[in-house]
């Protein structure tokens, strides 16, 4: 549905004077900031409730979907097929697979589950193929991370390549592409390379168990961690740092995950599991305060908090850097 669409829908429905519906979209435009104008009046009709965000009449566009959408209709460039996972719930087997797909506007994640899975041989799906997504609900985690929900109704099928763009551009966007280095105070949605400081890091928990089947966090309870999917489990235990960082002209919040978290503190979360929360802070604290790194990440908007984040993917040590290019410089000096 288009900008003026839904204006009208809001206009005939609601008892606001046009201005006042503009005024509150542009409200809720500069509210959440990178959404578009047709993002903002979907929001505010949905607030009004007044549209059911049924738009199966007209092909959006990836940017323009938010949370809560129903019966989309969408057409998108496979970038990525995941590997099949395959897991067990309650003594049957079940399936998944992901989709990553792009129509150069954003990405989006369409998981596959259990007979979902086979639309791929079926239809014989490759990277590179356009599809059409026909009856999905849109799901936007606190990221702007979008996942379609295909559920019994929804489908997916092969179509004509009429986006104009290619698999490797929207893959470069999208996927890996090489990151910009970049000042803080430029700092903005997209992949990029930071050289900055740690100057705070948040107490948090740190060490999160998480289900091996899933991924998703399990409960503790004794000495047994518990998947709601998944039953008893044996976790894998992940690292997660919350830090501020600054490079002097501002600062951002960064979150170091995983392996990047443990590169970090050169320890592993397997090492800290045991230990209290306020033991972990301290040596976490003593350990990355006032490193000076490259962070090479992804910023993105966390809605749940209004604000940028980075998420760091990878830290390179600057010393290494420095130490590198001083032995090129020889080796030079010595040709
Ligand atoms: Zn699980």
Same mark, same amino acid.
């Given at each position: 549905?288009?900008?003026?669409?839904?204006?009208?829908?809001?206009?005939?429905?609601?008892?606001?004077?046009?201005?006042?519906?503009?005024?509150? &979209?542009?409200?809720?435009?500069?509210?959440?900031?990178?959404?578009?104008?047709?993002?903002?009046? #979907?929001?505010?009709?949905?607030?009004?409730?007044?549209?059911?965000?049924?738009?199966?009449?007209?092909?959006?566009?990836? *940017?323009?979907?938010?949370?809560?959408? *129903?019966?989309?209709? /969408?057409?998108?460039?496979?970038?990525? &097929?995941?590997?099949?996972?395959?897991?067990?719930?309650?003594?049957?087997?079940?399936?998944?697979?992901?989709? $990553?797909?792009?129509?150069? +506007?954003?990405?989006?994640?369409?998981?596959? =589950?259990?007979?979902?899975?086979? =639309? %791929?041989?079926?239809?014989?799906?490759?990277?590179?193929?356009?599809?059409?997504?026909?009856?999905?609900? %849109?799901?936007?985690?606190? $990221?702007?991370?979008?996942? &379609?929900?295909?559920?019994?109704?929804?489908?997916?099928?092969?179509?004509?390549?009429?986006?104009?763009?290619?698999?490797?551009?929207? *893959?470069?966007?999208?996927?890996? +592409?090489?990151?910009?280095?970049?000042?803080?105070?430029?700092?903005?949605?997209?992949? #990029?390379?930071?050289?900055?400081?740690?100057?705070?890091? $948040?107490?948090?928990?740190?060490?999160?168990? /998480?289900?091996?089947?899933?991924?998703?966090?399990?409960?503790?309870?004794?000495?047994? #961690?518990?998947?709601?999917?998944?039953?008893?489990?044996?976790?894998?235990?992940?690292?997660?740092?919350?830090? &501020?960082?600054?490079?002097?002209?501002? +600062?951002?919040?960064?979150?170091?995950?995983?392996?990047?978290?443990?590169? /970090?503190?050169?320890?592993?979360?397997?090492?800290?599991?045991?230990?209290?929360?306020?033991?972990?802070?301290?040596?976490?604290?003593?350990?990355?305060?006032? *490193?000076?790194?490259?962070?090479?990440?992804?910023?993105?908007?966390?809605? $749940?908090?209004?604000?940028?984040?980075?998420?760091?993917?990878?830290?390179?040590?600057?010393? #290494?850097?420095?130490?590198?290019?001083?032995?090129?410089?020889?080796?030079?000096?010595?040709?």
């Amino acid at each position: 549905m288009s900008f003026e669409k839904i204006l009208e829908e809001i206009l005939r429905k609601s008892k606001l004077s046009k201005d006042e519906i503009l005024e509150r &979209i542009k409200r809720k435009q500069a509210e959440l900031q990178i959404i578009s104008l047709e993002g903002a009046a #979907y929001l505010v009709a949905k607030e009004l409730g007044i549209l059911n965000l049924s738009s199966t009449e007209r092909r959006l566009q990836m *940017k323009n979907l938010v949370d809560g959408m *129903k019966n989309i209709f /969408l057409k998108g460039k496979i970038l990525k &097929i995941s590997d099949l996972i395959e897991f067990e719930k309650n003594g049957k087997k079940g399936k998944v697979l992901n989709l $990553f797909v792009s129509d150069g +506007t954003d990405l989006v994640k369409i998981p596959l =589950w259990n007979d979902q899975v086979d =639309w %791929v041989k079926k239809e014989n799906l490759r990277e590179g193929d356009v599809i059409e997504v026909l009856g999905g609900l %849109v799901r936007e985690n606190a $990221f702007g991370e979008k996942e &379609i929900i295909l559920r019994k109704l929804g489908r997916i099928r092969k179509t004509e390549d009429d986006l104009r763009v290619s698999l490797e551009e929207l *893959k470069a966007k999208f996927l890996n +592409t090489k990151p910009w280095r970049i000042k803080l105070r430029d700092a903005t949605l997209g992949n #990029y390379e930071i050289i900055a400081t740690i100057v705070q890091v $948040f107490k948090s928990k740190f060490v999160f168990p /998480l289900c091996p089947a899933c991924n998703v966090s399990v409960k503790q309870e004794g000495n047994k #961690y518990l998947c709601k999917i998944h039953g008893e489990v044996k976790p894998n235990f992940i690292l997660v740092i919350p830090c &501020i960082i600054d490079d002097g002209t501002a +600062t951002l919040r960064a979150v170091l995950f995983r392996e990047v978290a443990e590169k /970090l503190l050169s320890l592993k979360a397997e090492e800290l599991k045991d230990l209290e929360t306020n033991a972990i802070y301290e040596i976490v604290k003593k350990n990355v305060l006032g *490193k000076e790194l490259i962070f090479v990440g992804r910023i993105r908007k966390n809605k $749940f908090f209004n604000r940028l984040e980075l998420l760091v993917n990878d830290i390179k040590h600057l010393n #290494y850097i420095e130490e590198s290019k001083k032995l090129a410089e020889k080796v030079e000096n010595y040709g």
